[in-house]
Structure formats: structure tokens, C-alpha cells
């Protein structure tokens, strides 16, 4: 490790990686070299990926540096925060009841069905004809 010391941890959703570096800071959030704000225009994702800071009231404490792979901008959004979670419990355990009263400690396993032999899709069938 370097003199600045870091906290890092790994969300998931879907199909999405994330991995989260949390540094004491002013409240840069880079994912890439870009911001968040540019990465995800959408105001839900944004939201979603600082909801941790906001349950925790440590918005404008740390930086965050994120590397992001696979899946959508949802479910890299939801990864995100999946990690951001766990490393402020990893920074400081204090955090832990409330954030997973909120949810966001557990990792969503939902995932999308594969298709099986037979079907147009997942599930959905030809029509039947009796005549």
C-alpha cells in the first residue's frame, strides 16, 4: 500500500462488477476517469449510487475511484452501491445495521432465465391449437 490508506471492496448485480476504492477525501466520485454524473446521466442511477453515503450521513467524506465491468447501466448503477456499502462497513462497522436495514448489504441474486430447448424464451411457449 501507498502512505494514503484505502478501503476496498467488490459489489455485484446481474451480470455487472464493481470494485470500489474508498479514500478519505472531499467526495470525488470517479468511475474511470470519468465522473459518475457522466457515466450515468440518469437521476435514478446517480441516486442509487449515493444512497449509502446518504443513510450513513458521510456525503463529502470520502473519495471514491470505481471500476465497473459487464452488464447495464442498472445493474453496474446497483453494483456500485452494492460495493460502496461494503466498504464503509469495512471502514467502519458502525454502519452496518443501518445500512443492511436499508437493503443494500445483500447482494441481489436475481438474474435473467435462461432460455430452454423448446420455448421461444424463457418461459413463453407456441401458442396451442386445439383445431
Same mark, same amino acid.
Given at each position: 500500500?501507498?502512505?494514503?490508506?484505502? #478501503?476496498?471492496?467488490? &459489489? =455485484?448485480?446481474?451480470? $455487472?462488477? !464493481?470494485?470500489?476504492?474508498?479514500?478519505?477525501?472531499?467526495?470525488?466520485?470517479?468511475?474511470?476517469?470519468?465522473?459518475?454524473?457522466?457515466?450515468?446521466?440518469?437521476?435514478?442511477?446517480?441516486?442509487?449510487?449515493?444512497?449509502?453515503?446518504?443513510?450513513?450521513?458521510?456525503?463529502?467524506?470520502?473519495?471514491?475511484?470505481?471500476? #465497473?465491468?459487464?452488464? &447495464? =447501466?442498472?445493474?453496474? $448503477?446497483? !453494483?456500485?452501491?452494492?460495493?460502496?456499502?461494503?466498504?464503509?462497513?469495512?471502514?467502519?462497522?458502525?454502519?452496518?445495521?443501518?445500512?443492511?436495514?436499508?437493503?443494500?448489504?445483500?447482494?441481489?441474486?436475481?438474474?435473467?432465465?435462461?432460455?430452454?430447448?423448446?420455448?421461444?424464451?424463457?418461459?413463453?411457449?407456441?401458442?396451442?391449437?386445439?383445431?
Amino acid at each position: 500500500m501507498s502512505n494514503e490508506s484505502y #478501503v476496498w471492496a467488490t &459489489g =455485484k448485480r446481474k451480470c $455487472a462488477v !464493481a470494485q470500489i476504492r474508498l479514500l478519505p477525501g472531499q467526495g470525488s466520485i470517479m468511475v474511470g476517469d470519468k465522473s459518475y454524473e457522466d457515466t450515468f446521466p440518469r437521476l435514478e442511477h446517480q441516486h442509487s449510487i449515493l444512497e449509502p453515503f446518504l443513510v450513513t450521513n458521510t456525503i463529502g467524506k470520502y473519495n471514491v475511484t470505481i471500476k #465497473v465491468i459487464g452488464g &447495464g =447501466k442498472s445493474g453496474q $448503477a446497483d !453494483a456500485i452501491r452494492h460495493g460502496i456499502a461494503r466498504a464503509l462497513v469495512k471502514e467502519n462497522e458502525l454502519f452496518k445495521p443501518v445500512l443492511r436495514k436499508e437493503g443494500f448489504l445483500t447482494r441481489d441474486a436475481r438474474v435473467v432465465e435462461r432460455k430452454k430447448y423448446g420455448l421461444k424464451k424463457a418461459r413463453k411457449a407456441q401458442q396451442y391449437t386445439k383445431r
